[in-house]
């Protein structure tokens, strides 16, 4: 069984920084997946950034350039360093892992951007 833990979240200014952690349990394979998706209220829930064991990232247009995601195999960790934060970035941000044909999601974390 896998469970995703995240950490991270918070309220910040427009502008500002933040970085959120994803801690996996279980075995890691090759072909595994990890990644992060936000929800907003009233909206379905986006993929934000995806990275393979390999390295291999996608972004979502309206982060690149803003947004970095990154992985340890070593801690089976993955991080998003969040930077020029807009106030549309406001949404709960879920950390995701598909491993050997499963999907697994964390509990989510609130991450705010306001004044």
């Known amino acids: 069984q896998v469970q995703l833990v995240e950490s991270g979240g918070g309220l910040v200014q427009p502008g500002g920084s933040l970085r959120l952690s994803c801690a996996a349990s279980?075995?890691?394979?090759?072909?595994?997946?990890m990644g992060w998706y936000r929800q907003a209220p009233g909206k379905q829930r986006e993929l934000v950034a995806t990275?393979?064991?390999?390295?291999?990232?996608n972004y979502a247009d309206s982060v690149k350039g803003r947004f970095t995601i990154s992985r340890d195999n070593a801690k089976n960790t993955v991080y998003l360093q969040m930077n020029s934060l807009k106030p549309e970035d406001t949404a709960v941000y879920y950390c995701?892992?598909?491993?050997?044909?499963?999907?697994?999601w964390g509990q989510g974390t609130q991450v705010t951007v306001s004044s």
């Open positions: 995701h892992k598909r491993s050997i044909g499963y999907d697994y």
């Open positions: 279980g075995r890691i394979f090759s072909s595994d997946v």
């Open positions: 990275i393979t064991y390999a390295d291999r990232i």
